[in-house]
């Protein structure tokens, strides 16, 4: 390795493979996709989601979800798109069949 190298983690393709999953069977859309450096080495993402189900057969509507802080743009993105799939299993609207999320004490299915 390189002095001037760094080292970035490899982004999570199966969270965004499973939140596009979802998106396409709930008609889910991603309206913006934002990273933004707070300060240097410090990254946030907001999502602006729009087709989120909503209770009692109301219209669907547009949330933001924003990732955790990161040191690497790509894993803010991550912890964004977990957000989502965190937000739509704890509001009972998916399932997610998957031991590896780290929100899901017991198997779920889409």
């Known amino acids: 390795m390189d002095d001037g190298e760094v080292l970035t ?3 999570d393709f199966h969270l965004q493979t499973t ?3 979802v998106a396409e069977k709930i ?6 996709e934002l990273v933004m450096e707070l300060r240097p080495n410090e990254y946030t993402c907001k999502l602006k989601i729009s ?3 909503t209770r009692y057969g109301r219209q669907p509507i547009t949330e933001d979800f924003y990732g955790d802080f990161s040191p690497f ?3 803010t993105i991550d912890n964004a ?21 780290p929100f899901t004490s017991k ?3 889409i």
């Open 9 to 11: 983690p490899p982004m």
């Open 107 to 109: 198997p779920r299915k």
């Open 73 to 75: 743009p790509s894993k």
């Open 51 to 53: 087709g989120i189900p």
């Open 19 to 21: 939140f596009h999953t």
């Open 81 to 101: 798109y977990n957000e989502v799939l965190k937000r739509l299993t704890t509001a009972k609207m998916i399932e997610i069949n998957d031991l590896s999320f």
């Open 27 to 32: 008609g889910l859309a991603v309206q913006e």
